[in-house]
Each structure stands twice: as C-alpha cells, then as structure tokens.
C-alpha cells in the first residue's frame, strides 16, 4: 500500500479493543483521532509511545482528539499493558495486518543486518470527516504526540 498523505480518506477499520469489544473508525467521526501503529505491547518504545499519549490526554482531549493505538498484539495482551501503564485510550488487535497494510504501516524493516516484516511505527491525524490531516511513518515513540500538536497549531494559525 502507499504510504497515505493529508487529505486522503483514513481507511475504514473494525477490530476488537482490549476489552474484545469492536470498535470501528466510524465510531470517531465528528471527532478528530490520533491513530498510531505500534509493533509490541509491553516493550521498551512502544510503552514510552503509549505513556506519552496518556500523559498528552488532557491536551488531547481539550484539543478534540482521541488516541487509539493499533498493534499485532491480541486484546488479552493489549489489556494487560492498558492495565499495567494506566493507559486509559483504546488498544486495537489486529493480528492479520490487515489494517497496518491499509494504512501503509506494515511492511519491510532491518534489524541487525536482517531483513523481515513488520510495524513500521506510524501516526495519523484524522480529521472529523475521516481525512487524513497529516501521517508520519518511522516515527520515534516520543513524537508521536508532538508532531500531531504542531499539526494542529499549523491547522488553527
């Protein structure tokens, strides 16, 4: 898939929250969301990425936002990481990569001199309508949060 640009439509998703419970892209419509891609629960990164977005909540919410993390993880794996960190936003599971190879976030990495596939760690600001505002894939955990805030301060400037 190629990778998605602003002003592209964010491509549909229904998978199950770490509580198991659907949830669809539509569910977020009149609400902008920060989707963002994540290879592993529970890791060094991906619990940084997810504990910034939790301490960027009440910045994220008073701007309009919702955050929803999506990995390979099951929801029962996802649920024990929401547990542990407090994380308090919704934790998607998608096992086949279905939704990472829409989105343009799963694909060839290297690691050590070896090739495979995997997440490439990715984040989308959604506007109301499902519009893509701005995407960044090979992200760091840590910016995640503020290149979708100095995406909004360009949008209201």
Not at 32 to 46: E, N
Not at 124 to 153: M, R
Request: net charge positive; glycine share 8%.
């Amino acid at each position: 898939m190629a990778p998605l640009k602003p002003g592209d439509q964010a491509p549909d998703f229904a998978l199950p929250n770490q509580a198991g419970n659907e949830v669809l892209l539509t569910d977020f419509r009149g609400k902008k969301m920060l989707v963002y891609f994540y290879p592993k629960a529970d890791t060094s990164g991906c619990t940084k990425q997810a504990c910034s977005i939790r301490d960027a909540d009440p910045d994220l919410s008073r701007l309009g936002i919702s955050a929803v993390g999506i990995s390979p993880d099951k929801p029962a794996k996802l649920k024990k990481f929401d547990d542990k960190h407090g994380l308090g936003f919704a934790l998607l599971s998608d096992p086949d990569h279905s939704v990472a190879k829409a989105y343009g976030a799963w694909g060839e990495k290297k690691m050590y001199g070896k090739t495979y596939e995997g997440i490439i760690r990715s984040s989308f600001l959604i506007d109301e309508g499902g519009k893509i505002i701005e995407a960044w894939y090979k992200v760091k955990p840590l910016e995640t949060v503020p290149n979708a805030q100095t995406a909004l301060q360009k949008l209201t400037s």
